[in-house]
């Protein structure tokens, strides 16, 4: 990555100068959470969601929010540029601790973090991904957004290795999430995606999806999808906000349909397109 301007504890800086130090608990312990915003023309993409959800990370691992919705849009506007698509990284940890001690330390204020990279169109937009399932190996509170992803990093490198993009993880015969994106399938012309709970990501791409669905009359369900129903779909997206809505078009290394992105897919992409560009 380029040297860009991050925001490192109230500093704008290069970012080959914004440094931590190696006892911050989010080096040592990975104690702290994370946020991921999309900007389309200098324009954050559902802010306010992402704000809510990093609140209710925050209130999860019982950290103080360093700051007002008010200061962040302050923090975050100087390092957005109008002439780029970017992607806001936020992340705040529970800051530098006397000593390594497992237990909450006294008196210490937050690492907070920011970088705004620029989104890279991801190249299986078009064509669609390959996935694979895999029993969801990561812990009980994957509905906070934690900097802790080491059963996700796992997972998506387990897949990388098997010369796919994306793991689809399985509980108790259901299909949960992707590894770093929520899922969809449609199944007998209805749009499904798995209901939040503790076990999901409360994905904003995901909501925004389904309130695109409702608008348009697209019949969709908030149901537990069971692993066989996901392989008889005839369609099935993985989600993100840095991604989109990325067909997969094979899974388990059969075809989903007839191997190409679906028609409910290229609709569901049109109009998400078309909701970004109205709201810039
Ligand atoms: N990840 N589920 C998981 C486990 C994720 O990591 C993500 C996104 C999502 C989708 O959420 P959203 O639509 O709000 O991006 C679901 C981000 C992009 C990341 O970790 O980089």
Redesign the pocket.
Known sequence: MENKTVFLNGQYLPLNEAKVSVLDRGFLFGDGV?E?IPSYSGRLFHFQE?LE?LENSLAAIRLANPHTREQWLDILSPLLDVNLDQ?I?LQITRGVAPKRDHAFPEDTSATVFAMCPVIVPFAGLNDGIKAVSMDDARWKF?NV?AIT?LG?ILHRQEAIDQDCAEALLVKDGYVI??????VFAVIDGVLCTPPKGND?????????ILEIARKNNIPCSEEKIPFAALQTASEIWV?????EIIPVVELDSKQVSDGKPGPAWHAMNLLFQAYKKSLS
């Not at 989600?239 to 991604?243: A, E, F, I």
């Open positions: 994370y991921v992402h959800r992607y990284y994957c957004k992803l996700n999430e992707g590894a770093a994106s929520n999901i990501l409360p994905g904003i791409t995901r909501d925004v989600t993100s906000s840095t991604r």
